[in-house]
Nanobody, 121 residues
Framework: QVQLVESGGGLVQAGGSLRLSCAASGSIFSINAMGWYRQAPGKQRELVAAITSGGSTNYEDSVKGRFTISRANAKTTVYLQMNSLKPEDTAIYYC???????????????WGQGTQVTVSS
């Protein structure tokens, strides 16, 4: 079994910062891409930022220049540093991973449980 556990969400005022963490554990051989998605009430889940095993990143347009995604701990942990937060960033943030398990099976779209980020105006 593979598990993604997020932490770091909370309530912050507009202009503030938060750092989200997501740690992968279980029968993992390697992790390919990891990413952060978010879902606001009444809206579809959207990709916020993603990072490959080689370190290539991409960001949703509205967060470029404000959010930074990074990986650590033998690439099993992914972070999302969120600066200059806006009320429209309020959402549940989900960690996502595509990986190979210890049996070398491709396991796409593993999701964490989500962490709430609320930005007050």
């Amino acid at each position: 079994q593979v598990q993604l556990v997020e932490s770091g969400g909370g309530l912050v005022q507009a202009g503030g910062s938060l750092r989200l963490s997501c740690a992968a554990s279980g029968s993992i051989f390697s992790i390919n891409a990891m990413g952060w998605y978010r879902q606001a009430p009444g809206k579809q889940r959207e990709l916020v930022a993603a990072i490959t095993s080689g370190g290539s990143t991409n960001y949703e347009d509205s967060v470029k220049g404000r959010f930074t995604i990074s990986r650590a701990n033998a690439k099993t942990t992914v972070y999302l540093q969120m600066n200059s937060l806006k009320p429209e960033d309020t959402a549940i943030y989900y960690c996502n991973a595509d990986l190979l398990d210890s049996y070398f099976r491709n396991v796409p779209n593993v999701w964490g449980q989500g962490t709430q980020v609320t930005v007050s105006s």
